[in-house]
C-alpha cells in the first residue's frame, strides 16, 4: 500500500512570495490533515478535511494561508505572502473514516528568508 | 497548558541503556498514539492504544487510562533509536500532540 505522498520535500523561498504545498493521502482515506511543525515544537493542525469538506480550520491563518481538496482526494495547502515564521516542516496526514490512526507524510520543509 | 504534557524534553543515553519516556494527558481520549520522528521529518505510528500495554520488538508502551498517564520504553537501546518521539492522544478524529522527546543514544 502506497504512504502519503508530499511534495516538494523542500522549498526555500523569499518572505513575500508564495508557495504551494502538495499532499495525496492513502488511497481510501477520507480524512486529510495538514500540520505545521515548527522547530523544537510539535504538530499543530492547520487544517482537517473530511472527503473535500472541512472540519477544523480554527488555527489556519486564514489572511495568508488556504487549503482545497477539491475532488475529495490530494490536496494543496498554500501561502501568500509567506512570512519568515513560516519557516517550518509541513506535514500532511490521511486517516481513514471514524478511525484513530494517522498516517504521515514525509513533509516539507521551508524556509522563508 | 498543553493536553499533552511530555518528559524529559531531551535525554541523553549510552547504548545498551533502558529508556523511559513519559506522556501526561488532560483531556478525555481514544486512544493514546507514540510517534518517532528521525531529523527527515517524516513520522512513523509506533503504537496506538486504549488501554494496558503494548510491546514492538524492544519497544513497550504502557498506559493508565484513571492516570492519564503513558509511558514509552525502549529496552537495550540502540544509537538508531535517536529520534524524537512525540505522544499524541485523539478524540475520534481529532489530535492533540506533546512537544516532543528528543532521544539521543551514544555508541
Known amino acids: 500500500e502506497a504512504g502519503v505522498a508530499q511534495s516538494p520535500r523542500y522549498k526555500i523561498i523569499e518572505k513575500r512570495q508564495s508557495v504551494a504545498f502538495w499532499c495525496n493521502p492513502i488511497s481510501g482515506h477520507a480524512t486529510l490533515y495538514w500540520y505545521q511543525q515548527i522547530l523544537g515544537q510539535g504538530p499543530k493542525l492547520l487544517i482537517q478535511?473530511?472527503?473535500?469538506?472541512?472540519?477544523?480550520d480554527s488555527q489556519l491563518p486564514k489572511d495568508r494561508f488556504s487549503a482545497e481538496r477539491l475532488k475529495g482526494v490530494d490536496s494543496t495547502l498554500k501561502i501568500q505572502p509567506a512570512k519568515l515564521e513560516d519557516s517550518a516542516v509541513y506535514l500532511c496526514?490521511?486517516?481513514?473514516?471514524?478511525?484513530?490512526?494517522?498516517?504521515f507524510g514525509p513533509g516539507t520543509r521551508l524556509t522563508v528568508t | 497548558k498543553n493536553e499533552v504534557e511530555q518528559s524529559p524534553q531531551n535525554l541523553t543515553a549510552q547504548e545498551g541503556e533502558f529508556i523511559t519516556i513519559n506522556c501526561s494527558y488532560s483531556v478525555g481520549i481514544s486512544a493514546l498514539h507514540w510517534l518517532q520522528q528521525h531529523p527527515g521529518g517524516g513520522i512513523v505510528s509506533l503504537f496506538m492504544l486504549s488501554s494496558g500495554k503494548k510491546k514492538h520488538g524492544r519497544l513497550i508502551a504502557t498506559i493508565n487510562i484513571q492516570e492519564k498517564h503513558s509511558s514509552l520504553h525502549i529496552t537495550a537501546s540502540h544509537p538508531r533509536d535517536s529520534a524524537v518521539y512525540i505522544c499524541?492522544?485523539?478524540?475520534?478524529?481529532?489530535?492533540?500532540f506533546g512537544t516532543g522527546t528528543s532521544l539521543t543514544v551514544i555508541p
Open positions: 496526514a490521511s486517516s481513514a473514516q471514524g478511525a484513530s490512526e494517522q498516517y
Open positions: 478535511f473530511q472527503n473535500n469538506g472541512v472540519v477544523d
Open positions: 499524541a492522544v485523539s478524540q475520534g478524529n481529532q489530535f492533540y
